[in-house]
C-alpha cells in the first residue's frame, strides 16, 4: 500500500441502487486445522434438497428488498467449487430472475486447486460465473502439508492453468507468516506467485483462531505460532514486494492491479447493502443485520418452518451502523469520508472519532487526516486493530 501525499477520495455509497448477493455453501471435502468459517463435512449431499432450499431463501430476500439490482454475487464457503454447475446456474437465473443483474455484474465463486474441482471450471464458466477465486495458500509441499491441504504445488499449477483459460478473471490465495517462515523464504514464494499472472492476490498472515485444531496445536506445545515483530517484518516486505510488481494493496490483505479490485467485496468494505443466503450467511440490508442458522441441518428445518433460513435479525441503529462503515472502511487504503458515513448513518460527525486519539496515532505517522478524509497509512496498517478501538469506540458507543 502506497502512502499517498493527498488522501484518495472514497467512493461514494452504491447510489445505483444495486446490491450484492452473497450465498454460502458450507460444505468440505474435510476441515482445515486453521479454519474458522462455517464449514461442514457431510457424506451425502442432496444437490436438489439444497437448489430448492436457496431458491426459498433467495425469493424471501427479494421479498424484503425487490427494489436495488445485483450488482455483484460471490459463492463463498465451504468450498463451492463442490457445487454441482447446475446448481450455480440456476441460483444465478434466480437472482437475475428476481431482482436483475446488472450488465457488469461480477460473479465470484471460491474453488480449491483440486484436479477434480478444476474438472468443474469450464462447466461452471458456462453456467455464469466470470471470476474465480482460488485458494492456493502455498506454493511449498511442506507448507501445503501443514496447512492441512489436500492438493500439492503442481496441482494448483494445472488447476490454476485450467482457471485462467476458463474464467475471465482470477484471483489467487495465500497464507504467509507461518511458523519459521523467514523474509527469504516467503520473497520467493512470493516472487513466484506474482510471476503466475494473475490480477488479483488475497495474502492473509496465519492467524491461530480459538475452535480450530492449530488453536489445540499451540496450546500443546506441537508448534509456536511466528512471532509478533516477524510476522510485522513480513507484513512490510510483502507491500513493497507488492507495489514494486504494480499490485498494490487496496485492502490490508488484498492486491490489484489497475482496474482488477473485487466489486464485491468493496461492497463489504464501503459498507454498502448486501444480501446474505445460505448457512451461516451475514447480511447488510435496509439498516438491518442478517444471519441465517449456521449448521446446515438447521438451516434446512428453518427453510422448511419459515420459508427463509434467519436465525436472527437486528435492526441497526446509527451509532453502531457509524462504528461498523469505520471499522470497514479503515481497513482500505483509500480510508473513509466522515462527512459520507455520518450523512448515510445520522451519526453526528464530530463523534464519529476520538479527535486527540486520532491526533496521537498521526503523530506516530500510522494515519493520515486531511478535513474529512481518515485514512490509515501502510505504517499503522500492521497494528489496525490495535488503532481502531482508539480512534472509534470512544466516540461513537458514548
Same mark, same amino acid.
Given at each position: 500500500?502506497?502512502?499517498?501525499?493527498?488522501?484518495?477520495?472514497?467512493?461514494?455509497?452504491?447510489? $445505483?441502487?444495486?446490491?450484492?448477493?452473497?450465498?454460502?455453501?458450507?460444505?468440505?471435502?474435510?476441515?482445515?486445522?486453521?479454519?474458522?468459517?462455517?464449514?461442514?463435512?457431510? $457424506?451425502?449431499?442432496?444437490?436438489?434438497?439444497?437448489?430448492?432450499?436457496?431458491?426459498?431463501?433467495?425469493?424471501?430476500?427479494?421479498?424484503?428488498?425487490?427494489?436495488?439490482?445485483?450488482? $455483484?454475487?460471490?459463492?463463498?464457503?465451504?468450498?463451492?467449487?463442490?457445487?454441482?454447475?447446475?446448481?450455480?446456474?440456476?441460483?444465478?437465473?434466480?437472482?437475475?430472475?428476481?431482482?436483475?443483474?446488472?450488465?457488469?455484474?461480477?460473479?465470484?465463486?471460491?474453488?480449491?486447486?483440486?484436479?477434480?474441482?478444476?474438472?468443474?471450471?469450464?462447466?461452471?464458466?458456462?453456467?455464469?460465473?466470470?471470476?474465480?477465486?482460488?485458494?492456493?495458500?502455498?506454493?511449498? &509441499?511442506?507448507?501445503?502439508?501443514?496447512?492441512?491441504?489436500?492438493?500439492?504445488?503442481?496441482?494448483?499449477?494445472?488447476?490454476? &492453468?485450467?482457471?485462467?483459460?476458463?474464467?475471465?478473471?482470477?484471483?489467487?490465495?495465500?497464507?504467509?507468516?507461518?511458523?519459521?517462515?523467514?523474509?527469504?523464504?516467503?520473497?520467493?514464494?512470493?516472487?513466484?506467485?506474482?510471476?503466475?499472472?494473475?490480477?488479483?492476490?488475497?495474502?492473509?498472515?496465519?492467524?491461530?483462531?480459538?475452535?480450530?485444531?492449530?488453536?489445540?496445536?499451540?496450546?500443546?506445545?506441537?508448534?509456536?505460532?511466528?512471532?509478533?515483530?516477524?510476522?510485522?517484518?513480513?507484513?512490510?516486505?510483502?507491500?513493497?514486494?507488492?507495489?514494486?510488481?504494480?499490485?498494490?494493496?487496496?485492502?490490508?490483505?488484498?492486491?490489484?492491479?489497475?482496474?482488477?479490485?473485487?466489486?464485491?467485496?468493496?461492497?463489504?468494505?464501503?459498507?454498502?447493502?448486501?444480501?446474505?443466503?445460505?448457512?451461516?450467511?451475514?447480511?447488510?440490508?435496509?439498516?438491518?443485520?442478517?444471519?441465517?442458522?449456521?449448521?446446515?441441518?438447521?438451516?434446512?428445518?428453518?427453510?422448511?418452518?419459515?420459508?427463509?433460513?434467519?436465525?436472527?435479525?437486528?435492526?441497526?441503529?446509527?451509532?453502531?451502523?457509524?462504528?461498523?462503515?469505520?471499522?470497514?472502511?479503515?481497513? *482500505?487504503?483509500?480510508?473513509?469520508?466522515?462527512? &459520507?458515513?455520518?450523512?448515510?448513518?445520522?451519526?453526528?460527525? &464530530?463523534?464519529?472519532?476520538?479527535?486527540?486519539?486520532?491526533?496521537?496515532?498521526?503523530?506516530?505517522?500510522?494515519?493520515?487526516?486531511?478535513?474529512?478524509?481518515?485514512?490509515?497509512?501502510?505504517?499503522?496498517?500492521? *497494528?489496525?486493530?490495535?488503532?481502531?478501538?482508539?480512534?472509534?469506540?470512544?466516540?461513537?458507543?458514548?
Amino acid at each position: 500500500m502506497r502512502h499517498q501525499s493527498s488522501p484518495i477520495t472514497p467512493a461514494k455509497p452504491n447510489e $445505483s441502487g444495486e446490491v450484492a448477493l452473497y450465498i454460502h455453501w458450507p460444505f468440505c471435502v474435510s476441515k482445515c486445522p486453521y479454519c474458522d468459517f462455517n464449514s461442514h463435512v457431510r $457424506s451425502n449431499i442432496d444437490h436438489d434438497i439444497w437448489l430448492k432450499a436457496l431458491n426459498v431463501d433467495l425469493r424471501y430476500e427479494y421479498t424484503v428488498n425487490p427494489a436495488p439490482r445485483i450488482g $455483484s454475487i460471490f459463492f463463498g464457503g465451504g468450498t463451492p467449487s463442490l457445487m454441482e454447475p447446475r446448481l450455480v446456474a440456476s441460483l444465478i437465473d434466480r437472482a437475475n430472475h428476481l431482482w436483475g443483474l446488472t450488465s457488469a455484474c461480477e460473479i465470484t465463486l471460491e474453488a480449491n486447486p483440486s484436479s477434480v474441482e478444476a474438472a468443474r471450471f469450464a462447466d461452471l464458466a458456462a453456467a455464469g460465473v466470470n471470476r474465480v477465486s482460488l485458494g492456493l495458500q502455498a506454493l511449498d &509441499d511442506a507448507a501445503l502439508h501443514f496447512l492441512g491441504r489436500a492438493h500439492n504445488v503442481a496441482e494448483s499449477l494445472a488447476a490454476l &492453468d485450467i482457471a485462467q483459460r476458463a474464467f475471465g478473471r482470477v484471483s489467487i490465495d495465500l497464507i504467509y507468516a507461518r511458523p519459521r517462515q523467514n523474509e527469504a523464504h516467503w520473497h520467493r514464494e512470493l516472487d513466484r506467485a506474482i510471476g503466475l499472472g494473475t490480477a488479483h492476490m488475497s495474502l492473509y498472515q496465519l492467524t491461530i483462531e480459538e475452535g480450530t485444531r492449530f488453536a489445540s496445536d499451540v496450546r500443546k506445545g506441537i508448534f509456536d505460532p511466528i512471532g509478533d515483530d516477524a510476522g510485522a517484518d513480513l507484513f512490510a516486505i510483502t507491500q513493497t514486494i507488492m507495489d514494486a510488481a504494480g499490485m498494490p494493496a487496496y485492502e490490508i490483505s488484498n492486491h490489484a492491479k489497475a482496474g482488477q479490485k473485487s466489486r464485491h467485496n468493496l461492497t463489504y468494505w464501503r459498507y454498502q447493502d448486501y444480501v446474505g443466503i445460505g448457512p451461516g450467511a451475514h447480511g447488510r440490508r435496509l439498516n438491518h443485520a442478517t444471519q441465517r442458522h449456521k449448521k446446515p441441518e438447521n438451516f434446512l428445518s428453518a427453510i422448511a418452518r419459515n420459508g427463509h433460513g434467519i436465525a436472527e435479525e437486528t435492526a441497526l441503529d446509527a451509532p453502531t451502523r457509524a462504528v461498523e462503515a469505520l471499522l470497514m472502511g479503515l481497513r *482500505l487504503g483509500e480510508g473513509v469520508d466522515l462527512a &459520507d458515513i455520518a450523512a448515510r448513518t445520522g451519526f453526528p460527525q &464530530d463523534r464519529l472519532i476520538d479527535p486527540a486519539a486520532a491526533a496521537k496515532i498521526a503523530a506516530l505517522g500510522m494515519l493520515t487526516r486531511d478535513g474529512q478524509y481518515l485514512t490509515i497509512t501502510p505504517k499503522g496498517m500492521p *497494528l489496525l486493530d490495535a488503532i481502531l478501538p482508539q480512534i472509534v469506540a470512544a466516540q461513537v458507543n458514548c
